[in-house]
Antibody
Framework: QVQLQESGPGLVKPSQTLSLTCTVS??????????WSWIRQPAGKGLEWIGR???????HYNPSLKSRVTISLDTSKNQFSLKLSSVTAADTAVYYC?????????WGQGTQVTVSS | DIVMTQSPDSLAVSLGERATINCKSSQSVLYSSNNKNYLAWYQQKPGQPPKLLIYWASTRESGVPDRFSGSGSGTDFTLTISSLQAEDVATYYC?????????FGGGTKVQI
């Protein structure tokens, strides 16, 4: 069974870069026919897909965030990461990582990130 | 982008009664080469991540009670809870994985 766990700072200052890591167990981030996705959810609101990375390293990003997003793999640690630059209060949300074979079939528990000075 | 529109935003159902949630996509999510609808349903309870209930529009995920069922094709889909239980109180989301950006419906809150 695949398990995912998000980690990273819970508080980020405006204009800085948000950095999160997802640690995967039960599957390899560098093999298999999977994508690894990031999704976020502001408090009381719906789900927004941020982007994904394939096991080969190729990426797809949401056009609404594309200019600020980088998703990468760390195969040595079996992790994948999210960087979101130039954050504002609108980026405050719970951030989830998920395994993505077509549909999103396994999710992490989520981590709250607040953007505030 | 494919826009997913759910209705209603919320509904109250008595225990043991049927709950029906609708989802409409702005374009078809039926892939003609394999005749599969790239549509999933998730259940989310407060403080928890979304839980996969249904994929390919009508295939129930392992372990999901059979009171949950999905139907529809093309652009119009339905999630039905045949006999609502107390533990089904949650927000439900439809999700298209036909094309990027992956998108979700706005959610339907189901209450007793």
């Amino acid at each position: 069974q695949v398990q995912l766990q998000e980690s990273g700072p819970g508080l980020v200052k405006p204009s800085q870069t948000l950095s999160l890591t997802c640690t995967v167990s039960g599957a390899s981030v560098s093999s298999g026919d999977y994508y690894w996705s990031w999704i976020r959810q502001p408090a009381g609101k719906g789900l927004e897909w941020i982007g994904r990375i394939y096991t080969s390293g190729s990426t797809h990003y949401n056009p609404s965030l594309k200019s600020r997003v980088t998703i990468s793999l760390d195969t040595s640690k079996n992790q994948f990461s999210l960087k979101l630059s130039s954050v504002t209060a609108a980026d405050t949300a719970v951030y989830y990582c998920a395994k993505n074979w077509n549909y999103l079939d396994s999710w992490g528990q989520g981590t709250q990130v607040t953007v505030s000075s | 982008d494919i826009v997913m529109t759910q209705s209603p935003d919320s509904l109250a159902v008595s225990l043991g009664e049927r709950a029906t949630i609708n989802c409409k996509s702005s374009q078809s999510v039926l892939y003609s080469s394999n005749n599969k609808n790239y549509l999933a349903w998730y259940q989310q309870k407060p403080g928890q991540p979304p839980k996969l209930l249904i994929y390919w529009a009508s295939t129930r995920e392992s372990g999901v009670p059979d009171r949950f069922s999905g139907s529809g094709s093309g652009t119009d889909f339905t999630l039905t809870i045949s006999s609502l239980q107390a533990e089904d109180v949650a927000t439900y989301y439809c999700h298209q994985y036909y094309s990027t950006p992956l998108t979700f419906g706005g959610g339907t809150k189901v209450q007793i």
